[in-house]
Each structure stands twice: as structure tokens, then as C-alpha cells.
């Protein structure tokens, strides 16, 4: 009988296609890297491409420290019609004239929507409302007062498409939790009418991008460690290590940390990641132990 701890780990970099859900990413990996541990680290819509990571056999435990990472997007704003998704996916519920729109005014009305600002999440997605996930609701017909919920536009920039009048090629840089499609739909809003989102592409996940990103196929196995890159880095010696695989609290001076918030990405001399530590009163305490 094989050990629980046999198969692979580590971490997977996907440049998802478009009519594959996270869901079907992850339950296609399972079978091409052999192991059912397989998890992903943050819903990229169905008609969505781009950037997918995921934990696998023993990394699946750190994919709450890739979850709120930044994400980054490119897509394209069609203005002048809405729809019930809020992108290229759902059906027109209403259409403007918005041939007077000028280039100035556009880029004006990103300004207001960049920085810290309020979404109302679209019902087409996975955020719960009383234990219910919008999508579920949608589906059933219903639609339900959604609470705006806080998000950070670090970058909104927009450009005309050449030869597609109203089209509008967009950058997004933003936090964890951020609808890009929300946001197009309010840019349409705010210019008298409306707009929806298509070709959305997301090429970063934090410091993952579309040049570390492999084929579903072909997916390629990144270290444990990769994982937390993001995180303060300690090495420590064969000594702590051993207690650091017991769970044990150690004195920040022990962990090298000093007065640093954390939390640490802990690994030994190797690299290899022993845990991660996070601050305990006047010590650092273990948020997660790595089996070795």
C-alpha cells in the first residue's frame, strides 16, 4: 500500500482555455499528474484564459497564502450593451447609443474607478449569500441584493480598439476579489449607458505569469517553496529544523526574524520548505508544518 505522503507536490502554473472551468482544470489535473490532491488557488471564469495556479499533493495546504495574491488582466470593453453576465458569455438585456462617447471622456471615467473603491459582486459568480452561491441563484431566476464588497484598482487603463469603434482594450491590475467584468460594466455606466467585457485574460497571479504557465496537457511540477516565494524567506540549520518539524514555538531571535510582522516561508539549508511561521506575541509560532 502506497505511504499517504508518495506522489507528486508542488506547485502547477495552468494557462487555462477558454470554456474550462476551474473546477474541470483541477479535475483534468488529478488524472495527468496521478493524485486526487489537486486544488486551485483563486475561480478564473469559464470563458476566461490565462493564469491558474495550483497546489498539489502537500502544497495544496499553502494555497490560502496564494489566494489573496494581486491579479493582473487584459480584456476588451464593448460598449454600448449589457448583458446578464455582465460579459460576452450572458444574454443582452440592453443596448445604447454611445457613438457620442469621446476618447477623452473614457479614459476620464477610469479614474474614479481606480484605487480603493466598492464592487457589487455580478449574481453570475461564486460569492455566497446566505450559504447560497449567487451562480445557484441565477439559475433559478433569482436575483437578491448583493452588499458592495471593498477591492483595490492599482491600474485601469484603457485604449481604443483600431477598427472596432467602441471597443476598448483594458489593463487591470487589482486585489483578490476584484470583477473586472464589474468593472467594465460600471465604466459604461458612469460614461450614460452601458458596456460589458470580453477576451478577458488574466496573466498574473502575484508573481506568476503567462511565461510560467504551462498546458493542461503538459502541465509543469514547480517546488513546494514556489508557493510562498511571495512570503520573508529563513533558512535555518538541521537543529531548528527538527524542531520546526515538531511544531515547537520558537523565540524570534532563534528564527532570525527579528521585529518583522511575517509571516516566514521557513526552509533548510536545501531550500526545501519546512513550514511557515507567523507571529506569536514576543515569539513566532507554526501556521502550517510541511510533512518531511
Known amino acids: 500500500m502506497a505511504k499517504k505522503d508518495e506522489g507528486p507536490h508542488g ?7 477558454a470554456g474550462w472551468t476551474s473546477h474541470d482544470v483541477v479535475a483534468k489535473s488529478r488524472g495527468v499528474l ?7 488557488s483563486g475561480t478564473l471564469d469559464p470563458d476566461a484564459t490565462g493564469v491558474l495556479v495550483l497546489g498539489v499533493g502537500k502544497a495544496t495546504r499553502l494555497l490560502r497564502f496564494l489566494t489573496e495574491l494581486p491579479k493582473s ?6 460598449l454600448g450593451t449589457e448583458t446578464s453576465t455582465l460579459d460576452a458569455a450572458g444574454e443582452v438585456t440592453a443596448t445604447h447609443d454611445m457613438s457620442a462617447v469621446t476618447d477623452a471622456q473614457v479614459r476620464a471615467a477610469t479614474a474614479p474607478l481606480t484605487g480603493a ?4 459582486p455580478p449574481m453570475v459568480s461564486a460569492v455566497k449569500i446566505d450559504g447560497k452561491r449567487l451562480h445557484q441563484l441565477a439559475r433559478e431566476g433569482k436575483e437578491v441584493v448583493r452588499p458592495p464588497r471593498p477591492v483595490v484598482v492599482h491600474r485601469f487603463d484603457v485604449e481604443p480598439i483600431p477598427g472596432e469603434p467602441g471597443v476598448w482594450c483594458c489593463e487591470v491590475d487589482c486585489s483578490s476579489g476584484t470583477y473586472v467584468r464589474t468593472l467594465a460594466a460600471d465604466l459604461g455606466a458612469a460614461l450614460g449607458g452601458g458596456a460589458h467585457l470580453r ?9 506568476f505569469t503567462l511565461d510560467d504557465a504551462g498546458t493542461i496537457e ?7 517553496a514556489d508557493a510562498v516565494r511571495h512570503l520573508d524567506q529563513v533558512t535555518v540549520d ?3 529544523a527538527v524542531e520546526i518539524g515538531h511544531g515547537k ?8 526574524v527579528g521585529d518583522e510582522p511575517g509571516p516566514w516561508a521557513v526552509c533548510d539549508a536545501g531550500g526545501e520548505l519546512l513550514a511557515v511561521y507567523e507571529a506569536h506575541k514576543e515569539a513566532t509560532k507554526p501556521s502550517l508544518v510541511i510533512p518531511r
Open 11 to 17: 506547485v502547477v502554473v495552468i494557462d487555462k482555455p
Open 34 to 40: 496521478g493524485t486526487r490532491k489537486v486544488g486551485h
Open 73 to 78: 488582466y487584459v480584456g476588451e470593453i464593448v
Open 117 to 120: 473603491i466598492e464592487q457589487i
Open 199 to 207: 477576451a478577458l485574460r488574466r496573466t498574473a497571479v502575484g508573481g
Open 218 to 224: 503538459e502541465p509543469t511540477l514547480r517546488p513546494i
Open 238 to 240: 538541521d537543529e531548528i
Open 249 to 256: 514555538l520558537l523565540e524570534r531571535s532563534r528564527l532570525g
